[in-house]
């Protein structure tokens, strides 16, 4: 089955505890993205990758880091959460600059 | 820098109308424009896509146009019902050095039964 999966679906961490969120894509997309979602501010890219090892920032990239070493993985970094990146986190994928594939979403609380 | 307006925010009709969801953007350069359902607490499911050349899509009970030059996209969804309830979102793909998706903020719909 093509799909974008994410690990782990829900994470609850404390300020400053360094943390990943895998995404994976089963479909040899080479465009791969990521968003937050936030009640009132809606969808926000954070990062988004035109295919391996090429990476480039978002509207709100300040406190995440991204790498794209294979076709199929684009891992979301936080090197030291704070509160405010609490939020609803979805990874997408496709074929550039096609329809969006996106995975089930990563509901992130930092205390 | 692209906005995409989606209004009213939300939306309640009866059981059976036909309504027209509305999406506004503000730069016509774009690579496509597509419309998305999203329950709460879910992802996204992808309902249509239209290519910045096309002007219109459809898929069973809904039909998407586009008219890039004035900025605006129409989600129809014919004969609502319960199960249509949901967020609807619309997303523009942009051209240019920043190539990525603008979301508006979602129409909320809910359909009484």
């Known amino acids: 089955e093509a799909q974008v999966t994410q690990n782990p679906r829900y994470l609850i961490t404390v300020t400053g505890k360094k943390l990943t969120v895998t995404c994976s894509q089963n479909m040899n997309h080479e465009y791969m993205s990521w968003y937050r979602q936030d009640p009132g501010l809606g969808l926000r890219q954070i990062y988004y990758?035109?295919?391996?090892?090429?990476?480039d920032k978002g509207d709100v990239p300040e406190g995440y880091k991204v790498s794209r070493k294979e076709k199929r993985n684009f891992p979301l970094i936080l090197e030291s959460p704070s509160p405010n990146q609490t939020s609803l986190y979805f990874c997408?994928?496709?074929?550039?600059?096609?329809?969006?594939?996106f995975g089930p979403g990563t509901r992130l609380t930092v205390l | 820098k692209q906005e995409v307006t989606q209004i009213p925010a939300a939306l309640s009709v009866p059981e059976g109308e036909n309504l027209v969801l509305n999406c506004s953007f503000t730069?016509?350069?774009?690579?496509?424009l597509q419309w998305f359902r999203q329950d709460p607490g879910k992802g996204l499911t992808s309902l249509l896509l239209?290519?910045?050349?096309?002007r219109e899509q459809t898929s069973g009970r809904l039909n998407a146009s586009l008219d890039k030059s004035s900025g605006r996209s129409t989600l129809y969804i014919a004969a609502s019902q319960p199960g249509d309830s949901a967020t609807y979102l619309c997303?523009?793909?942009?051209?240019?050095?920043?190539?990525?998706?603008?979301f508006g903020k979602g129409i909320t719909l809910s359909v009484r039964p």
């Open positions: 997408a994928s496709s074929f550039f600059p096609n329809e969006q594939f």
């Open positions: 997303a523009v793909f942009n051209t240019g050095a920043n190539s990525k998706l603008t």
């Open positions: 239209i290519q910045s050349s096309q």
């Open positions: 730069d016509s350069a774009i690579y496509n």
């Open positions: 990758s035109m295919n391996v090892e090429v990476t």
